[in-house]
């Protein structure tokens, strides 16, 4: 079903155009990523179809009571109320219910007969509309939503106002998804969210019963929650099929045929005009010069592909190799006014490898970076650099720029003896050029700080780059630049990166840094994943074990322990089966997702399409809730 429309939208500011003209379609249950060039006007479509700003032209139709939730980038989000008094809010239907309910069951009391009769019926409508709408289960809702989002318990009488930032932006996606609409839009809903965190967030997505529209930089979030990809460049809107990895692949292929049309095109165009050029004035070859010019005249001009769409291009090129062994961390202790937050922290790194570093938000992470590069000491152990090391260090609070130089000065200030052309050349490979270059650093977006710092650093030609959160700031095409450069970067790499998509693509090893110390991992991110997910395994199976041993020192309950166990085993069994058929129902969906698609044109076999896909949705959603009573089932 079809629960939202953009008919010809366009935004204009004055004579500057936005986006123009563009149409698109949300599906009941899509999963639809936004994803274009800082500046493209994400956002801005987002408060469009959010219904927060208004369209120059065009509109946006919508099915009747629809119920849409927006979650800006940096949510404006104050209350006076405390934390779960602000969650309980969402539910003051249910409360009010719940209220009537132990009203009726205190009259049922003093009434009889006829009235009572009357009253039980009231009560028996009134609690299946409570049941349905979730008022059993809300307050475990809010407490598991919390607890996601990482408030426990203990910040639950914290006032919203005393709140930072962050946690602000935090704690409206929590009230978001809790409101439960049929449709949520999320701009940039990872912000300010730590890897367990995101974790918790994309299965909650995953499993969300609504429409979703997200902008996020975060593409390893994409392609685990995404389904369709909406891409805007250039004022206009394109879709494909798929997540953001698949969107890639699309349009790279996309692209090269395009290219291929294009190149086609301007040989054929060659070709006329050379020949009217030599036959127009001969008498016997005039009309036919004459007919290929009107060709010429009706033929529709492709553009040339990517035209005026300008990408950082940069290396990092090491002056001097290092020695084999590149960093040495033993028995570290990272922390502030000798609080620990993590210890015993041991690292061998050699050259050429490239290490991520990962762990909660505050565990440590960028202040084992500082140690490092020599700006804090750790509160125990020892760091040493190796033979020829030469090390560069990317700071994500960009504290190493002087406000007050200009973007030129910045970099020319360390290289005083480089000719000033090849500064501006430099400069000009992260997207700095003409008047660009005379702007004060203090005057530049986060975006462009991020990108100057980089700048700076290829600028070192060291051998041992270690980065803080290199990604922050950059958009998706700058980010892929990056990796680019890092990938084929002939040296060693020591990094700190929330961005699994990064992580995956340049890391060779990933360091876990928790309160009980350090743990290296010989793989990228997934591989990572992989290894915690295995010894989560084990750990169960030791713990299933020990309990078994307890259990068999009591004889008396050996046989309910044994039936128990039978009984376990055979609604794991059934779960496993239905999360196979859950499994085969989204590619089946997709797969119907991408007909319908290729049938836009075609009214009758999109209808066809369409009662296929509700009755598939509807076969879905009961198959989903024998998983779930299932799953609560064995969690008892």
């Known amino acids: 079903m079809i629960l939202l429309q953009g008919n010809n939208i ?33 956002s801005t479509l987002l408060k469009i179809i959010a219904e927060v700003e208004t369209p120059s032209s065009g509109e946006i139709s919508k099915t009747k009571n629809l119920i849409m939730s927006y979650l800006a980038q940096e949510a404006n989000f104050s209350s006076e109320r405390t934390i779960y008094d602000e969650m309980l809010s969402v539910f003051e239907v249910q409360i009010s219910q719940e209220k009537q309910l132990r009203q009726m069951e205190t009259q049922m009391g003093e009434l009889s007969g006829a009235d009572l009769s009357s009253l039980m019926t009231r009560y028996d409508s009134l609690t299946e509309t409570f049941r349905q709408n979730k008022g059993f289960t809300y307050e475990s809702d809010i407490k598991n939503v919390l607890n996601g989002f990482k408030f426990d318990e203990t910040f639950w009488a914290q006032s919203v106002a005393s709140l930072s930032g962050g946690q602000k932006t935090r704690l409206a996606l929590a009230k978001i998804l809790l409101e439960n609409p049929a449709f949520l839009i999320l701009d940039e809903p990872t912000n300010h969210l730590d890897i367990e965190t995101l974790l918790w967030l994309e299965n909650y997505l995953k499993n969300y019963r609504g429409a979703i529209l997200i902008v996020s930089h975060d593409r390893y979030f994409l392609d685990k929650v995404t389904t369709e990809t909406l891409e805007l460049s250039r004022g206009k809107l394109e879709k494909y099929v798929g997540n953001y990895s698949k969107y890639i692949e699309l349009k790279a292929e996309k692209l090269a045929t395009q290219a291929k049309q294009y190149d086609k095109q301007q040989k054929e165009i060659a070709s006329l005009e050379d020949f009217v050029n030599r036959n127009l004035a001969r008498a016997s070859t005039t009309k036919r010069a004459q007919s290929r010019r009107k060709k010429l005249e009706k033929m529709e001009r492709l553009d040339q592909p990517l035209a005026n769409e300008k990408s950082a291009h940069f290396t990092f090129s090491p002056a001097i190799e290092s020695g084999n062994v590149v960093l040495t961390v033993e028995n570290g202790a990272v922390g502030y006014d000798k ?31 500082k140690s490092i590069v020599g700006k804090i000491p750790l509160i125990e152990g020892t760091v040493k650099l190796g033979a020829n090391v ?22 020319w200030k360390d290289h005083s003896l480089v000719p000033e052309v090849e500064i501006r050349n430099r400069l000009g490979a992260f997207l700095f050029s003409g008047d660009d270059v005379q702007k004060a650093v203090g005057m530049l977006s986060g975006g462009e700080k991020a990108r100057l710092l980089l700048a700076k650093l290829s600028m070192q030609n060291d051998n041992f780059l270690v980065l803080d959160e290199p990604t922050n700031h950059l958009d998706i095409d700058s980010r892929e630049v990056l990796e680019n450069a890092l990938i084929y970067f002939d040296g060693t790499l020591l990094f700190v990166s929330h961005d699994r998509y990064f992580i995956n693509r340049v890391a060779d090893k990933v360091l876990e840094i928790s309160a009980e110390g350090s743990k290296l991992y010989l793989g990228d991110y997934d591989y990572y994943l992989e290894k915690k997910a295995e010894e989560a395994e084990i750990a169960a199976l030791l713990a299933a074990e020990s ?51 290729e049938s836009a044109e075609d009214f009758v076999k999109l209808g066809e399409l369409q009662k296929t896909l509700d009755a598939m949705m509807a076969e879905k959603e009961t198959v989903e809730e024998l998983w779930l009573e299932k799953s609560e089932e064995l969690g008892e």
């Open 547 to 597: 309990d078994a041993i307890s259990e068999q020192a009591a004889p008396s309950s050996y046989q309910a322990s044994k039936d128990d166990q039978k009984w376990r085993r055979k609604l794991t069994r059934e779960i496993a089966a239905l999360d196979e058929q859950l499994q085969a129902f989204d590619v089946s969906i997709t797969e119907l997702h991408e007909q319908m698609v």
């Open 390 to 411: 030469a090390m560069g260090y990317y700071d994500q609070e960009q504290r190493d720029l002087t406000p007050s130089n200009t973007v030129l000065e910045e970099l």
């Open 10 to 42: 366009s935004r204009t500011f004055g004579a500057d155009v936005l986006f123009e003209k563009i149409n698109f379609t949300i599906q009941d249950n899509s999963r639809v990523s936004l994803v274009g060039r800082n500046g493209a006007g994400k």
């Open 339 to 369: 609080e620990v937050l993590s210890s015993p922290i041991n690292l061998d790194e050699r050259k050429y490898d490239s290490i991520a570093i990962v762990g909660p938000n505050g565990i440590g992470k960028s202040t084992l970076i």
